[in-house]
Nanobody
Framework: VQLQASGGGLVQPGDSLRLSCAAS????????MAWFRQAPGKERMFVSA????????VYADSVKGRFAISRDNAKNTVYLQMNNLKPEDTAVYYC????????????????????WGQGTQVTVSS
């Protein structure tokens, strides 16, 4: 599967952005989809993930209550709605995919993702 992330940009603190990740192929609905981010000089970190049918979602503590992940399997797309953005959210955001083998959703942050998108830059600055 090929992934194409989009929707990044430069925003002010408190603003919102919605990232999209479009996937190729006919098996999108069988994948766990996730968002990761990497800030300059830092390791890539987990942000959020959603099960193949959208029934389970997981968030990093730093984004809980501000970010929302969703997916539209008919459009082969996963979204990350980001509200109340903070300067510390500045990073390159990557979408990733892994076959949904039924693993417990709390393992999504640490499971192996086989496919990655190219990343989209999000900059939060006044």
């Amino acid at each position: 599967v090929q992934l194409q992330a989009s929707g990044g940009g430069l925003v002010q603190p408190g603003d919102s952005l919605r990232l999209s990740c479009a996937a190729s192929g006919r098996t999108f609905s069988t994948y766990v989809m996730a968002w990761f981010r990497q800030a300059p000089g830092k390791e890539r970190m987990f942000v959020s993930a959603i099960s193949s049918r959208g029934r389970s979602t997981v968030y990093a503590d730093s984004v809980k209550g501000r970010f929302a992940i969703s997916r539209d399997n008919a459009k082969n797309t996963v979204y990350l709605q980001m509200n109340n953005l903070k300067p510390e959210d500045t990073a390159v955001y990557y979408c990733a995919a892994a076959i949904d083998s039924g693993v417990y959703s709390l393992l999504y942050p640490t499971m192996k993702y086989n496919y990655w998108g190219q990343g989209t830059q999000v900059t939060v600055s006044s």
